[in-house]
């Protein structure tokens, strides 16, 4: 048997904008449904954060993911079993009131929401489903760990030590060595994709932040009998980050045509020609793009405690990564990193409407 694999969704990102909603719909019905048909494949595990927002539900959002990809299931005769997410949870203490069984009802005979640890046996092949691990379930999640009766798990896990974004590890949650007893364990809940000895993050399949940009996203497929795990690479991105440079490159021949559709950032590391520059970016807001940012050298805004020669910026995320490295402080700088980056992907969030 062979199993797709989908993990953090997030349907209703951003604040439900269309430019998100119509990516999701884009990667369904031209990647990943397609897929399935061609290869036979009938049933999908998903690994939590189906949806966004843990308190409310935009129904545009929901509309447009029943029609893209609830009816879909339907339709094609495919079966889905969905553990909650911490996004899919209303309380923090309790994954009991969960916006699964209260927005899937419809779908009972082609969803199984699993709100308990289950083993499920797929053709022979045993497979672990942990959903989010909160105070009212710990005890049975880390009996369940222990005891049940599988070589895989997966889970929906907040494991310390693994990039929560790419280059900022995780200082939260359990060991990755209460594990070690199975073979593999795949797990969605960081956005971006890791591994380390049978851990594996499998990382989202879409873009949702700038965080995402350059990181290859996709779905998975499992093949029960080989045991193996297959990365189908989804193409359709929605940010671009082009570096500046004119000491080496030649602006006014630069490919950019592929930037319809995407928010574009410019990385300004030499900007000699100051008129090739503006005819550059006169050029790029030709296409239809949805924002555009330039990021220049922000070395003047940086207080004296800093070194500035160890600060090299290349966007928001990794200017404040720099920042935090180059300032002289005793503090945490992996925390501080974090919460900075916590703080950013906030403030993203709510500059799409």
């Given amino acids: 048997m062979k199993l797709a694999i989908l993990n953090d969704s997030h349907i209703g990102v951003r604040n439900s904008s269309d430019i998100f909603l119509d990516n999701s719909e884009k990667f369904y019905s031209d990647v990943f449904f397609p897929y399935l048909l061609d290869n036979n494949i009938r049933r999908i595990i998903h690994l939590g954060d189906v949806f966004d927002n843990r308190k409310f539900i935009n129904f545009r959002a929901l509309n447009r993911y029943r029609k893209s990809f609830l009816t879909k299931l339907r339709e094609y005769g495919i079966h889905m079993d969905v553990i909650p997410g911490n996004h899919d949870t209303f309380y923090k203490n309790t994954n009991e009131l969960n916006s699964l069984k209260e927005l899937l009802g419809h779908y009972m005979g082609e969803i199984t ?3 308990e640890p289950t083993v499920l046996n797929l053709d022979g092949f045993n497979l672990a489903m942990l959903p989010w691990i909160c105070p009212d379930n710990e005890a049975r999640s880390m009996e369940f760990i222990n005891t049940c009766k599988a070589d895989w798990l ?4 907040e494991l310390q030590g693994f990039d929560v974004l790419r280059g900022v590890a995780s200082q939260h949650g359990l060991s990755h060595k209460v594990f070690s007893r199975f073979e593999q364990v795949i797990s969605g809940h960081f956005h971006v994709g890791s591994q380390r000895d049978n851990i594996h993050y499998l990382g989202t399949q879409m873009e949702f932040t700038w965080s995402d940009a350059g990181d290859e996203k996709g779905f998975h497929v499992l093949d029960t009998a080989t045991r193996e795990l297959e990365k189908v690479v989804n193409p359709h991105t929605l940010f671009e980050r082009i570096v500046y440079d004119d000491t080496n490159t030649d602006y006014s ?21 100051l008129f090739t520059f503006d005819k550059f970016i006169d050029r790029i807001q030709q296409y239809k ?12 805004f940086l207080g004296e405690n800093v070194d500035d020669e160890a600060v090299s910026v290349e966007d928001t995320a990794e200017m404040l990564d720099d920042y ?7 503090l945490d700088k992996d ?12 403030a993203q969030a709510l500059e799409v409407a």
Avoid: Q
Wanted: glycine share 4%; hydrophobic share 40%.
């Fill in 113 to 115: 929401i699993h709100t």
């Fill in 154 to 157: 997966g889970g929906h896990l």
């Fill in 253 to 273: 021949k630069y490919d950019i045509s592929h930037l319809d559709y995407k928010f574009v950032k410019v990385v300004v590391i030499n900007k000699s020609d």
């Fill in 289 to 300: 793009i949805h924002d555009l940012k330039i990021a220049e050298n922000f070395t003047e």
């Fill in 324 to 330: 935090v490295d180059a300032v002289d402080t005793d």
């Fill in 335 to 346: 925390k501080l990193k974090l919460n900075m980056r916590n703080l950013l992907n906030e």
